[in-house]
């Protein structure tokens, strides 16, 4: 049975490597050399732990992307935390398909998917060990004696990542195993509901928002979270709480999203000239668009980098008769391509529509042929400038986990759901605008969902998004491939959610299985 290294309680230190993602220049504890009070004695030592929570959403591991990954029994490419959040957002969709023959990876896109596969465990698994080693920086540092001036806010800044990782899990696996600072360790965690687990981070986001000791964004330093996160992630909470709670909590997210839109955040519109300016928010040097991202992924060619985040969305969208010189790599991957059904919600005048086309036939006759569907040009290791990123084995592009277009798009959906935004339909023009398409005077809801998959296709919102409109398994929207069918069929409801997997059931039998998945022994 593979084994989660790290999960929920147990201590976690990133072991040694170069760099970590903040600014490249920390280098996490050796968990082999050292444990929490012999090592957490100086300021120094928390940015070394806190880097190693950083660093579990960028890496597989702690020694390159060629070395073990953190999870033992897993791929250290497939198991990487954006990689598995692509496999569950986007494949499962009409936005992307993978044609590889790695195990299941074809069953996200199918939705046929059981309650052992590898994929799923692997995500599953990256969710709960980036819980458990916030939980460790957490009860370490609100132990400890050592005092400095950050302390607090680097407790509050690991509260914010144990938050998204949970919101990642309320979001795709629903009842989950929980534990905070205060669980005793070594002992299997309880499962708690997704309404209960809604309505915690309900409360810790607001208290993060609030009464943190996080900085607002001028205060920010790049890679590093802040209260417009915390702000961010709680308005996600509410938009989909309908979904998660069960009860509509779209006012609660307008106010939410008016806070957030006086942060000082706006949207990229200057260009340096080679690229357009949408384009230059998933280059090589998007670091530079602090104007537009909120919260990124680092990644650096040399230093931080892995088989998953944009390595994984820029190798295995290049293949076929495309040029990997194009995209600023050594070589394409030939994986990942969209079904047609996504590529006509584009029109030819879009800046947005960044595809390959020349060779690629629209239709997905053959999911393995990788000519069969258009490909993905969005991410590149291309610098602003043309220059290629620093490798061209690895890539120095960050994965924009959280962007200031995607606020203004919430707010339009908020607006016409019935709760009010200032400016909301105006924000959502803005957005069109700089793809240079024409205002919609009057847009529905069918409009800001067709939006929201030409802005944000590839960041991981895709799936979350047909949820809460009704599409993801029903009638009502098919796509080729969806429920194993090329024409497209409906897949039962219960998929909706993700299956606990049978492993962890196996390991911890107080969980019990989402409904519809078999039964629960």
């Known amino acids: 049975m593979k084994t989660i290294k790290y999960i929920l309680g147990i201590l976690v230190l990133g072991a040694t490597m170069t760099s970590c993602v903040w600014d490249l220049n920390v280098t996490p504890i050796d968990p082999n050399a050292n444990t929490a009070d012999k090592a957490l004695v100086s300021e120094a030592a928390y940015e070394q732990f806190l880097a190693g929570v950083y660093l579990g959403f960028a890496t597989s591991g702690y020694y390159g992307k060629d070395g073990s990954a953190s999870i033992s029994g897993l791929d250290g490419g497939a198991s990487q935390y954006i990689r598995g959040l692509y496999h569950h957002s986007e494949l499962t969709t009409d936005e992307s398909v993978c044609g590889w023959n790695d195990q299941t990876i074809k069953n996200f896109h199918w939705m046929n998917w059981t309650t052992d596969d590898t994929f799923i465990y692997a995500f599953y698994s990256r969710i709960f060990m980036q819980v458990g080693m916030a939980n460790e920086f957490i009860r370490e540092a609100k132990a400890s004696e050592v005092n400095f001036a950050k302390k607090q806010q680097y407790i509050d800044e690991a509260r914010v990542l144990r938050a998204l990782a949970y919101y990642h899990a309320i979001d795709n696996f629903g009842n989950v195993p929980f534990a905070d600072e205060t669980a005793v360790v070594g002992v299997n965690p309880d499962q708690i509901s997704r309404g209960d687990l809604y309505d915690w981070l309900e409360n810790e986001l607001k208290d993060l928002v609030s009464n943190s000791a996080l900085p607002d964004k001028s205060g920010t330093e ?229 939006e929201r998959a030409r802005e944000l296709y590839q960041e991981c919102w895709r799936r979350n998004d047909l949820i809460r409109f009704g599409l993801f398994t029903s009638a009502n929207y098919l796509w080729q491939w969806k429920g194993n069918v090329k024409e497209g069929a409906p897949v039962e409801d219960y998929r909706a959610l993700f299956p606990i997997p049978d492993s962890d059931r196996l390991a911890n039998t107080k969980l019990q299985q989402n409904p519809g998945y078999g039964t629960n022994k």
């Open 222 to 450: 790049y890679g590093h979270v802040n209260k417009s996160v915390a702000k961010f992630l709680l308005a996600k909470l509410y938009l989909n709480a309908e979904v998660f709670k069960g009860t509509a909590a779209y006012d609660k997210c307008a106010s939410v999203l008016t806070d957030l839109m006086d942060d000082g955040y706006s949207l990229h519109t200057t260009s340096a000239g080679v690229y357009n300016p949408y384009q230059e928010l998933f280059l090589a040097d998007n670091n530079k668009c602090t104007d537009e991202i909120i919260f990124a992924i680092e990644q650096n060619g040399a230093l931080t980098n892995s088989y998953g985040a944009t390595n994984y969305l820029i190798f295995a969208s290049t293949g076929g008769a495309m040029d990997p010189a194009e995209m600023g790599i050594s070589s394409g991957w030939g994986g990942l391509r969209m079904t047609p059904e996504f590529y006509n919600k584009f029109t030819s005048d879009d800046a947005r529509a960044l595809f390959y086309t020349a060779t690629q036939q629209p239709d997905i006759d053959d999911i393995g042929e990788f000519s069969h569907g258009y490909a993905f040009m969005k991410f590149r290791n291309k610098n602003s400038d043309g220059s290629d990123g620093s490798e061209a084995g690895s890539v120095d592009t960050d994965f924009p986990m959280m962007r200031y277009a995607d606020v203004l798009l919430m707010a339009a959906e908020c607006q016409l759901r019935g709760a009010n935004v200032s400016g909301a339909i105006a924000g959502f023009n803005s957005v069109r605008a700089r793809a240079g398409l024409a205002a919609i005077a009057s847009p529905t809801l069918q409009n800001v969902l067709d």
